[in-house]
């Protein structure tokens, strides 16, 4: 099953895909799905950012094997980083280079605390494409990850939600400007995606809505303003954004 959040003109809202049209419904977090009666066709809908979180985490060193000899960590990425399918990523160009991380993000569904692997998935909605922008010339200068991780634009997710998808075994794909730059799959991330629930729930609550970004599968590829990114999970779908220069970036030293 696939959800979204869709523009209306009532304002966002969300939906569940039902043949050729969005049906419009209450809460995509309720159990039992209620519909509104509105409907809008594929061609003529706006989608937004999929969830609309108030935590957004991602996995650390996690792109492959060799990762899971270091213990697992997380970094934080604030919320106001979330934009949606066409909406721009914003690099300051006087801040060094910029990587495009294709990732796939959960996003759940309940509140989870302290759950063992075998709980994490009554606790998760589905899943969708993360983009995890990172400024990696700022990675030396700064081990918190805040100037790395929070620039405007810099955690597009979409284009829908996936309920019904294989985590551990999911191909994610990369291209620029229409050229593939990048391929992996989550097989090959050092932590899988219940084990990564399980770690951070030992020291925070997700709640409805929340995303884990659960890591870059050698997935990363540089960008610079002008260009166009493309990050294909077949499963969900193609999230695309296009990647600009902040208005008044600062000159490059």
Same mark, same amino acid.
């Given at each position: ?73 997380? #970094? ?5 980083? !979330? ?24 996003? #759940? ?96 609550? #997700? ?35 296009? !990647? !600009? ?9």
């Amino acid at each position: 099953m696939k959800l979204a959040r869709i523009s209306t003109v009532h304002g966002p809202a969300p939906a569940v895909l039902e043949g050729e049209s969005w049906a419009v419904i209450r809460d995509m977090f309720d159990t039992e799905l209620i519909k509104t009666g509105e409907r809008i066709p594929l061609a003529q809908a706006r989608l937004l950012a999929p969830t609309v979180p108030r935590i957004v985490l991602g996995m650390a060193h996690n792109s492959g094997p060799e990762d899971r000899k270091i213990p697992p960590q997380a #970094f934080s990425k604030s919320s106001r980083t !979330v934009v949606g399918p066409g909406s721009p990523i914003e690099i300051d160009t006087g801040l060094g280079a910029v990587n495009i991380e294709g990732e796939l993000a959960i996003v #759940f569904r309940n509140f989870a605390r302290r759950l063992s692997p075998e709980e994490v998935p009554a606790a998760i909605l589905g899943a969708t494409i993360g983009n995890d922008v990172t400024a990696i010339d700022q990675i030396p200068l700064d081990e918190k990850m805040t100037q790395v991780k929070n620039g405007d634009g810099f955690t597009p997710l979409g284009p829908v939600i996936e309920t019904d998808i294989s985590w551990d075994n999911a191909p994610i794909d990369v291209a620029i400007d229409g050229v593939q730059a990048a391929s992996g799959s989550t097989a090959g991330l050092a932590w899988t995606i219940a084990e990564q629930v399980s770690y951070l729930t030992k020291y925070l609550t #997700f709640g409805p809505g929340d995303v884990l970004l659960t890591g870059s599968p050698q997935t990363a590829a540089p960008v610079m303003p002008g260009q166009n990114v493309s990050i294909t999970i077949p499963q969900i779908g193609t999230l695309e954004n296009p !990647v !600009v220069a902040l208005s008044g970036s600062a000159s490059q030293s």
